[in-house]
């Protein structure tokens, strides 16, 4: 794919020159990022062999994720942004050998699922237990939960009502959850995060470390998929489907943010409803029509702002979510200040 997303046909060449750019970031990543081979950092298995790693040299201490593990700590980063323990993925890549029709078995390379606080158990991702809620949302309120293949999306903004948000609240069994690369890691078995997950919770600066630490297997996925394409570069590349005016149908991908649902229904060969929950979605979202509040919402529970004219606390938690909101926030000039409890 060339930029602008325009498409060309594969070579040798090409993937060759791919896997050259692949092993260029790869020695950038480990001088800067890292401070050490990517395969050193991989046999880090729990906190206390990070800690071990951290001391031995200085280029572990001054590299980018010794850096941002000294100076989050140093502000207390670790403590701050818990939120919903509840963690939720659907699962990421998509195992080429494996994925076939019917499509509903979750054949992925790192497995999805949902984290249950409460019973510390994961079970597997099904989408048909996904709702969403919009009863303090600026739409037309349908009561209560629907999944996605029955909700609609019909503004109706009330500024003097409890309603506050555009954004929806989606639920998964009921529940809040967070999603993220945290969530991925943790749900697909990463010892590393996870041993961190359950010494110190879910927090903000854990979030931040899992983005340093997830493109390193990142990475050598992306050095296989090349290599492998090399290997089968005379094998067909696109398998036709049979077009249908009739259907429903839903598709996930795990972006930088987490888990990205689409929802489909056609009919009479046109869209007739079609929906899309991002992962920021999740996380921002406002209370549900039981009133229980969204992620963000509960990790600013108790949160101290030292400077209420610089809150940079509310910075941090956020942005430890990579939080996308262009659908999200709306500016009006009201000449009042509005406090929700």
Known sequence: MMPGGVTCPLTRDKLANCLATIEAYVEWYERIVLGCSTERWLSLKNADDFNSWLDESESHRNSGVGLITRFGRSIGLHKLGKGASNLLSAGCYYDPEKWQPPYDNQNVLIPGGFYDAETNEISPFYHLEITEHVRHSWFLDYGGGRHPWEEE???DYQPDS????????????????????????????????????????????????VRLHRPVAVLRQMRKNVTDLIENIDE???????????GVGYGFVNAARGSLGHWLQTA???????????????????????????????????????????????????????????????????????TYQ
């Open 153 to 155: 999306t019909i503004p």
């Open 162 to 209: 409890d309603r506050y948000s555009f954004a929806k609240a989606p639920r998964y069994k009921g529940k809040v959850v967070q999603l993220g690369p945290l969530a991925e890691l943790v749900i697909g078995g990463d010892p590393l995060i996870t041993s961190f997950f359950k010494a110190e919770g879910p927090n903000t600066l854990l979030r931040q470390f």
């Open 236 to 246: 067909p590349t696109f398998v036709k489907s049979e077009a249908r005016t009739e």
């Open 268 to 338: 009479g060969g046109k869209i007739k409803n079609y929906q899309v929950i991002t992962p920021t979605t999740w996380n921002g979202s406002p209370r549900d029509s039981s009133g229980m509040r969204g992620h963000w919402e509960e990790s600013f529970i108790g949160l101290e702002i030292k400077d209420l004219d610089n809150p940079v606390e509310v910075g941090h938690l956020i942005r430890s979510h990579d939080a996308c909101l262009v659908c999200t926030v709306h500016f009006a000039k009201t000449g009042r200040r509005i």
